[in-house]
């Protein structure tokens, strides 16, 4: 699945120099901005585009009715809310986070970022942590070390199948 700011690329909403220039922003911020607020506040993107592209994303499609009318808000975390940061992690010589690289009120925002950032970056590893006050626990990882094992463990299509089902009635054509 493409991210948002993929998708605004592909449906030529803005440009990749506009994305990567709004993801810079984005990192310079440490995270703390989202990059739908950055593409609108800079005006690369309008809030109607942004929507469009998130909707997308989401394998959905805005109808476009002249008499409807979209408005963008931006929800920032209450005070006493919980909030998902996503660190990038090194496991060697000995696992240690690094800097916060994103925070979000929702979840779904900071798996976005993390998968671009997995993307784009290549890390070693990458967690999101919910924290709720002092607390804080992890509730997603990706290490590149386990996405190279569970890539290299996958068996074929007539592997675990026993046929390839993606011929199937291919040869009635």
Same mark, same amino acid.
């Given at each position: 699945?493409?991210? +948002?700011?993929?998708?605004?690329? &592909?449906?030529?909403?803005?440009?990749?120099? /506009? #994305?990567?220039?709004? @993801?810079? %922003?984005?990192?310079?911020?440490?995270?703390?901005?989202?990059?739908?607020?950055?593409?609108?506040?800079?005006?690369?993107?309008?809030?109607?585009?942004?929507?469009?592209?998130?909707?997308?994303?989401?394998?959905?499609?805005?109808?476009?009715?002249?008499?409807?009318?979209?408005?963008?808000?931006?929800?920032?975390?209450?005070?006493?809310? +919980?909030?998902?940061?996503?660190? &990038?992690?090194?496991?060697?010589?000995?696992? /240690? #986070?690094?800097?916060? @690289?994103? %925070?979000?009120?929702?979840?779904?925002?900071?798996?976005?970022?993390?998968?671009?950032?997995?993307?784009?970056?290549?890390?070693?590893?990458?967690?999101?942590?919910?924290?709720?006050?002092?607390?804080?626990?992890?509730?997603?990882?990706?290490?590149?070390?386990?996405?190279?094992?569970?890539?290299?463990?996958?068996?074929?299509?007539?592997?675990?199948?026993?046929?390839?089902?993606?011929?199937?009635?291919?040869?009635?054509?």
């Amino acid at each position: 699945m493409a991210t +948002a700011g993929q998708a605004a690329v &592909e449906r030529e909403f803005l440009t990749k120099a /506009q #994305l990567e220039e709004a @993801l810079a %922003e984005q990192r310079e911020s440490g995270g703390r901005r989202l990059l739908g607020e950055i593409l609108v506040a800079s005006g690369f993107l309008s809030s109607v585009s942004l929507a469009r592209a998130l909707a997308e994303q989401q394998g959905l499609e805005l109808e476009s009715n002249e008499g409807t009318n979209l408005s963008m808000v931006l929800k920032t975390s209450a005070p006493g809310q +919980a909030v998902f940061e996503v660190y &990038e992690v090194v496991y060697e010589p000995r696992y /240690q #986070l690094q800097r916060v @690289l994103y %925070e979000s009120p929702s979840f779904l925002e900071a798996a976005d970022f993390a998968a671009e950032f997995v993307e784009d970056h290549d890390p070693s590893g990458v967690e999101i942590r919910r924290a709720d006050g002092g607390a804080r626990e992890t509730v997603w990882t990706y290490s590149q070390i386990r996405a190279s094992a569970h890539a290299a463990s996958q068996q074929s299509l007539s592997e675990t199948f026993g046929f390839d089902p993606t011929l199937w009635g291919a040869a009635a054509s």
